[in-house]
């Protein structure tokens, strides 16, 4: 299997989206702003696209779903949580349910429901790779001050994630702060300060302390 990076942006915001692909069968993750970048991607490489996932909510990371479900025709994944949360709507979109897997020809896809950054916040599996969205960052974690945010539950998430996943696991988050994506939960357990955490207060203390760099403060 095969992870692609496509470095998207809007203005001042810098989005990271993926294709993930196989035996030419391709999942897209959070696909935003540059439309025909992706499109060209899935042509040039005769890529026929099997499902869009989609992290959380937010602007930034679901900007180009339905424009791309509705041309290829494929399922659009959100957690039920999330959906019912912030009202979301897409052509095509699909309830996932935390750990009950989603499967394709050539791909399992397990939903991990990791809240904190937004209520129904979901983290993908595919294999080896997991697609974080703004729940974890190479260098840190999700700002947690929006609505349906809360840094109790994305404490939670972590300490899942550490138990749940394999120390060889792939990282892929949608933005970058400097670093390259793909580390594995090995590299983030010693690199990452909200990994080190063992009290939830503490975690909670760190994630809203006050005069933090902005969320958009990319470099
Ligand atoms: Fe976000």
């Not at 935390?98 to 209520?119: A, E």
């Not at 979901?122 to 703004?134: A, K, Q, R, S, V």
Request: contains cysteine; hydrophobic residues 40%; glycine residues 6%.
């Amino acid at each position: 299997m095969k992870v692609h990076i496509f470095k998207v942006s809007s203005f001042f915001i810098k989005n990271l989206c993926y294709v993930v692909f196989k035996n030419n069968k391709a999942v897209l993750v959070d696909p935003a702003w540059n439309f025909s970048l992706i499109n060209q991607f899935l042509i040039d490489n005769q890529l026929s696209l099997v499902a869009i996932v989609l992290t959380h909510a937010h602007f930034d990371h679901t900007h180009l779903a339905k424009k791309i479900s509705k041309r290829y025709d494929v399922p659009v994944l959100m957690s039920g949580a999330e959906i019912d949360f912030y009202k979301f709507n897409c052509v095509n979109l699909e309830r996932v349910e935390h750990l009950r897997d989603i499967s394709f020809t050539d791909f399992t896809i397990t939903p991990l429901l990791t809240p904190g950054h937004t209520f129904g916040s979901t983290c993908y599996l595919i294999e080896e790779h997991l697609f974080t969205g703004d729940t974890i960052f190479t260098e840190g974690v999700g700002m947690c001050n929006g609505k349906g945010s809360s840094a109790e539950n994305l404490f939670d998430s972590v300490q899942f994630l550490k138990s749940y996943l394999s120390p060889a696991t792939f990282f892929w988050p949608g933005h970058s702060f400097g670093q390259l994506p793909g580390k594995t939960l090995e590299f983030l357990l010693k690199n990452n300060i909200y990994f080190q955490f063992v009290k939830r207060d503490q975690f909670v203390q760190f994630r809203m302390r006050k005069n933090q760099s902005g969320p958009f403060n990319f470099s």
